[in-house]
Nanobody
Framework: QVQLVESGGALVQPGGSLRLSCAAS????????IGWFRQAPGKEREGVSC????????WYADSVKGRFTISRDNAKSTVYLQMNSLNPEDTANYYC??????????????????????WGQGTQVTVSS
């Protein structure tokens, strides 16, 4: 059974950091591109970052570039999202998912939720003082 489980969400003060984990089971993580998305109340789900299965290429939303870093440890079947310099606008439920296709370096479609499947249940990140 293919499953993704997110963890690491918490309440953090502005300027703080968190590391989210996406643990995979039921499939070989190293074969797939994995994306992180987030959804705040009343807003659409938006792509945050994605990491390639092949060459380690990464993609980021403009709003998180320079602050967030995606990485993967295939031996541990886990993808991480290191989030630094958090601000209240980062407050959302964060999800990971498996990409159904390959993205090239200039392909902005990595951020389209409908191109992903096997979504996890999400982990809540709240940035507040």
């Amino acid at each position: 059974q293919v499953q993704l489980v997110e963890s690491g969400g918490a309440l953090v003060q502005p300027g703080g950091s968190l590391r989210l984990s996406c643990a995979a089971s039921g499939f070989i993580l190293g074969y797939y591109n994995i994306g992180w998305f987030r959804q705040a109340p009343g807003k659409e789900r938006e792509g945050v970052s994605c990491i390639s299965s092949s060459d380690g290429s990464t993609w980021y939303a403009d709003s998180v570039k320079g602050r967030f870093t995606i990485s993967r440890d295939n031996a541990k079947s886990t993808v991480y999202l290191q989030m630094n310099s958090l601000n209240p606008e980062d407050t959302a439920n964060y999800y990971c998912a498996i990409a159904r296709r390959i993205f090239n370096s200039y392909d902005s479609s990595w951020s389209i939720p409908s191109l992903y499947g096997s979504w996890g249940q999400g982990t809540q990140v709240t940035v507040s003082s």
